[in-house]
């Protein structure tokens, strides 16, 4: 532990006996200022802008809230409101939780596909990692949603092509109860760059005499898949499932642009944060938007506690047993 | 053709074939981009008939509609967003720096404590924050200001920052600083003169994602700016499906979409080294 000057000035001191709690006061000052100084914006943001919001938000979702008339206490009025009455809130669940279920496999899917078929010697690697990439990082903006209404609206892209191809064309995708949340998959796995990126790390990092001798062995590549690259990858899987997971959970933006703001057609694109933006901004009703907020927190957290207590049984970390 | 890689036995053709493939996958995933693109230099009757990237006939009329297609013009949306962009990209590296700082080299008491809550905020969703933030801000008159979209970097919100820079922090050699040290620097003069300069590869991503997540964000914007003239880029390209209605102004929003994608897109080419090994780090998700 390295010792800085301001302390081991302090260490000397501390053989004199029975310091008064003034000098105590003084000396735990000095020994503390320079990185209670450092931290400073970051503690007044930590309990005015998150640990104080927070419990708001919990005590709020205990409360009847408008904005205009005084929090009234509602006890587990909102919760049970939620529970046992609220038809729209278990739509955006059952529209949030489809999303996340094809959404993630499909995309991690491509993800590993690609990230394998560029792994190793091919050529221009970095060319199309880049292309492939891209749409995650353009993915998130306003402009991509709206393009996406249009790819998949009554006469876009898509019509056009199939109109093209096969003489007859779609309905309006975006407009369509059935189709419109799977146009939002096509979008979340159109975005499947990142996950790539993060699987060929993690493919660069398996030794290549592993497969040489599983060749010797006669082997075929689809067992090695099974028996070496997926094992051996578990952790960079259960990395992208989590953070891929917990991203979809939070999906906005898409789904406000796509669904014209309000989950249309009928709530088929009621994503559980846009009704949480609908409950509190739209209808004013702040206080069960936060008990919204909170069975958000709570769904996730159950999320990642699976993942996590599953991923004993099917996570390998090579620096196990050390 | 994902297993071709494991083998030894790669025929003469399979590279050919697996570019081939390749190239075949990355047009498909450019072609939405790339129709956007023509369709924002097409008139408007053909973008719904031609399903073509390449249009007849360069025009840019969509741009110029498309530019003064609002109340307000787009000179004051880019504006707005480059100004809320820059100040945050400032705010966050400051602020996350400065934290990161007394995390990865500074020793007080609790430090662990504080080091434990702040891991913790990472996984908090905004969700939770989100209404009592609003009210907060509501109080103190900041509504239809650009402050809370920006105060809160200047606070260090962003904890994800601050880990990657904790992270880079504690990488830099401890005999750099304890050199310093013996020369009289105190922890200010560390952090400024050696800390900040040695670590331009995390603070160089750290401002390149703060400003594409900044310039991006929607919901900030779309909570706190009500008055048009204080509009970002992403709040008044969602007016145009307010307002159309008409097929008039379908042109118009492709151009003024395909426009608004440059900045970022720039940021991209610049560095997309950095971006994409802080991508390979595991460390930004999108």
């Known amino acids: 532990m390295a010792t800085t000057a301001y302390e081991t000035g302090l260490d000397g001191r501390r053989l004199a006996a029975s310091p008064t709690f003034r000098e105590r006061l003084a000396r735990s000052w000095r020994r503390n200022r320079a990185g209670y100084l450092f931290l400073a914006p970051w503690l007044i943001g930590f309990f005015g802008l998150t640990l104080g919001p927070t419990i708001a938000s919990l005590y709020l979702s205990f409360t009847d809230y408008d904005l205009l008339t005084p929090a009234r206490w509602a006890g587990l009025k909102n919760y049970e409101y939620a529970f046992f009455h609220d038809q729209r809130l278990w739509r955006a669940l059952q529209v949030t939780l489809t999303y996340v279920f094809w959404s993630i496999p499909l995309k991690l899917t491509v993800a590993l596909a690609l990230a394998m078929a560029l792994d190793r010697s091919v050529r221009g690697v970095s060319v199309y990692r880049a292309i492939f990439y891209l749409p995650s990082l353009l993915g998130a903006s306003v402009a991509v949603a709206m393009l996406w209404r249009q790819i998949f609206g009554a006469d876009g892209l898509i019509n056009q092509l199939m109109m093209l191809t096969l003489g007859f064309s779609g309905p309006s995708w975006v407009t369509h109860p059935d189709y419109a949340l799977s146009t939002l998959v096509v979008l979340a796995i159109w975005q499947f760059g990142s996950p790539m990126i993060i699987f060929l790390a993690g493919l660069r990092q398996i030794p290549q005499d592993l497969y040489e001798a599983a060749a010797m062995d006669g082997a075929k590549p689809v067992r090695q898949f099974f028996k070496i690259t997926l094992p051996l990858l578990a952790p960079v899987v259960f990395f992208n499932l989590v953070f891929q997971t917990i991203e979809a959970f939070k999906a906005f933006t898409q789904a406000f642009i796509v669904s014209g703001g309000e989950g249309k057609p009928i709530d088929s694109t009621l994503f559980y944060t846009l009704y949480l933006y609908l409950e509190a901004f739209a209808n004013f009703r702040m206080g069960y938007a936060s008990a919204l907020a909170w069975l958000l927190l709570i769904i996730i957290g159950v999320f990642t506690g699976i993942a996590f207590l599953s991923s004993k049984y099917w996570v390998y970390y090579e620096d196990e047993g050390r | ?271 997309q080294r950095l971006i994409i090994r802080g991508v390979a780090l595991g460390a930004l998700k999108r």
Not at chain 2, 20 to 31: D, W
Not at chain 2, 182 to 196: E, K, Q
Not at chain 2, 199 to 213: D, R
Request: proline residues 6%; hydrophobic residues 55%.
């Open chain 2, 1 to 271: 053709m994902a297993f071709v890689s494991a083998t030894k036995s790669t025929g003469r053709f399979t590279p050919l074939i697996r570019h081939g493939l390749l190239i075949a996958a990355a047009f498909v995933m450019l072609y939405p981009l790339l129709w956007m693109i023509g369709s924002s230099f097409k008139p408007e009757s053909l973008i719904f008939s031609n399903p073509s990237a390449l249009p007849t006939s360069f025009s840019f009329d969509n741009y110029i509609k498309g530019w003064n297609a609002l109340r307000v013009s787009f000179t004051t949306f880019y504006k707005n967003s480059f100004i809320i962009s820059a100040l945050a990209v400032v705010g966050n590296l400051t602020a996350c720096s400065l934290t990161a700082y007394a995390f990865a080299r500074l020793e007080f008491r609790f430090k662990w404590f504080w080091f434990a809550l702040m891991m913790g905020t990472l996984m908090l969703p905004y969700h939770v924050t989100l209404v009592p933030q609003y009210i907060l801000f509501l109080n103190l008159g900041w509504v239809n200001t650009y402050l809370p979209l920006v105060v809160p970097k200047f606070l260090a919100v962003d904890s994800f920052f601050i880990f990657l820079m904790v992270q880079f922090f504690r990488g830099i050699p401890r005999e750099i600083d304890e050199a310093a040290v013996m020369d009289g620097c105190g922890p200010w003069r560390i952090y400024w003169r050696i800390m900040l300069p040695l670590s331009t590869p995390v603070l160089a991503t750290a401002a390149i994602f703060s400003f594409i997540w900044t310039y991006d964000d929607f919901l900030g914007p779309l909570i706190y700016l009500n008055d048009q003239r204080q509009w970002t880029v992403p709040l008044a390209l969602r007016a145009f499906i307010d307002s159309s209605g008409g097929e008039s102004l379908y042109g118009a929003m492709f151009a003024m979409s395909a426009l608004s994608l440059v900045p970022v897109f720039a940021v991209f080419l610049a560095f």
